[in-house]
Nanobody, 116 residues
Framework: QVQLVESGGGLVQPGGSLRLSCAAS????????MTWYRQAPGKERELVAA????????HYIDSVKGRFTISRDNAKNTVYLQMNSLKPEDTAVYYC?????????WGQGTQVTVSS
């Protein structure tokens, strides 16, 4: 079955960096776009970044442009989110996502806390 397992979250000071990873299994990873979402306390889940199946096209929300980079390694069935210059407002649970045949699959999420 489809599985998405995130890792790499933690506590970091403002201005710091983290790299999130999402290990995928149970489907043909290289054939699907992948996305990262986040959900802060009391807020709706929002799409942060997306990457096409071959990794050629990427998309970011305005608030993370220039600071976050999404990438993927299709040989390792893994998608990454490099987060630099982190701000307190980046604090959230970050989720990996893919859509297969109109069904959304989610990982369990990884907590990112940006605080001094």
């Amino acid at each position: 079955q489809v599985q998405l397992v995130e890792s790499g979250g933690g506590l970091v000071q403002p201005g710091g960096s983290l790299r999130l990873s999402c290990a995928a299994s149970g489907f043909s990873f290289s054939g699907y776009a992948m996305t990262w979402y986040r959900q802060a306390p009391g807020k709706e889940r929002e799409l942060v970044a997306a990457i096409s199946s071959a990794g050629i096209s990427t998309h970011y929300i305005d608030s993370v442009k220039g600071r976050f980079t999404i990438s993927r390694d299709n040989a390792k069935n893994t998608v990454y989110l490099q987060m630099n210059s982190l701000k307190p407002e980046d604090t959230a649970v970050y989720y990996c996502n893919t859509e297969i045949r109109f069904y959304d699959y989610w990982g369990q999420g990884t907590q990112v806390t940006v605080s001094s």
